[in-house]
Every structure is written in C-alpha cells, then in structure tokens.
C-alpha cells in the first residue's frame, strides 16, 4: 500500500523526539518504517500503533538507546579501522586507474599495468567490499536495496573480469563485458534511479 500524507507524518513525529538527534540514524528509521508499513500495515487498527510496535523490535530500550549504541559503535577502534581500510582502498583504486588513463592517452609506458591493478582494486576488491559492509552493518536492509547492490556488485565483478580477460587476450572477453555493462545500465541505473527518486519525494513531503 501507498503511504498518505498523514502517515508519514506520523512517523515523522514519532522519530521527532528531542532526546533523538541522529540525523542519520533517524534517516535510516525512517525509511526502513515507511517500508515495512507500505509491505505489512493492513489498514486495521491505528497505523501509530503500528509504528510504534515495529519500532519497539528495533529499539527495545528506547531511540535514545539506540543512538548512543549506534554511536558507539561508529567511533569504535575496529569500526574507525574498517573505514580507514575501506576508504585508503577506494582511494588508491581511483588514483592508480585515473593514473593508467592518463598514461594510456598520453602513450606513456605502464598504463596497462595501472589500468589492471586500478580495474582489480576498484571492480574486484571496493565496490564488492563496500557492498558487503553496507549489508552487515545493516544500512542496506530493504529488499529492493539489497536486490540493487546485489545487482551492482555482480555487475562490476563482470565489468572487471571482462577487463582482465581483455588483458590477458582470452576468448569472450567481449561478450563479458557486453553482460556486465547491460546489467549495470539495465539493472543497476534504473534502481539506483527510483531510489533516488522515493528519496526526494520523501524529502519534499517532509519539508511541505
């Protein structure tokens, strides 16, 4: 079902509370029981009701609690760690392959190489990583969400495969990257797209 305006007011009050200041977090809840509600609330009985029990198997201690967790946790040591790998392994993929395209078009030697390392770091190795921590730690959780980064992830394992099949001047090459790029533009884009869209609307609503 389609939430009404007064809906998603409702969950807007809800999370509204001064004791909560999240943004973020308060983000995520929102979106995550606007979903639920649109999968599972019947249309019998009060919808804040409703809300507030959903609500309660997510935060049993109360949103307070959970923000002071969630908190926690984002400035652990291992969490503090995990990003600073993550983000030192996005960085380095992005400079060696825009490092291989410069030497490539300026004719330069050793830009197959950067090309290559750049493809395996990036298509390989961050964007299936980054893929995995988003599900873990639970901020990818609908199933249309998990369903684009899946689709995502697949997608640029395809695209890297197919560049080093191209590398190594293996048969199918082509073809591979053929399939990884139609299900990135077919599959990935118009996903990414609707959510970014749902987003806005969301977001308008919200300010109105």
Not at 68 to 90: D, E, L, Q, R, V
Not at 183 to 197: E, M, S, T, V
Request: aromatic share 12%; proline share 2%.
């Amino acid at each position: 079902m389609k939430l009404s305006e007064s809906q998603i007011e409702s969950i807007q009050n809800i999370l509204n509370v001064d004791s909560f200041k999240n943004y973020q977090l308060k983000e995520e809840l929102f979106d995550h029981l606007c979903s639920v509600a649109e999968n599972k609330y019947s249309g019998k009985g009060s919808f804040e009701d409703f809300i507030l029990i959903e609500l309660e198997d997510i935060a049993p201690h109360g949103l307070k609690h959970l923000e002071i967790h969630t908190n926690y946790a984002s400035y652990s040591k291992p969490f503090i760690a995990m990003k600073k790998f993550t983000y030192t392994i996005g960085l380095l993929a992005s400079v060696t392959l825009a490092t291989g395209i410069l030497f490539k078009l300026m004719m330069w030697p050793g830009a197959s190489m950067f090309l290559l390392v750049g493809v395996i770091l990036l298509f390989l190795v961050f964007i299936p990583y980054m893929a995995y921590e988003s599900i873990k730690s639970g901020v990818v959780q609908k199933g249309m969400d998990k369903t684009r980064v899946i689709i995502g992830v697949v997608s640029s394992l395809v695209i890297g495969i197919s560049v080093i099949f191209k590398f190594m001047h293996l048969m199918g090459a082509n073809i591979v990257f053929v399939l990884g790029m139609a299900l990135f533009i077919l599959g990935f884009l118009p996903l990414l797209f609707i959510k970014l869209y749902k987003n806005n609307s969301a977001s308008t609503q919200k300010a109105d």
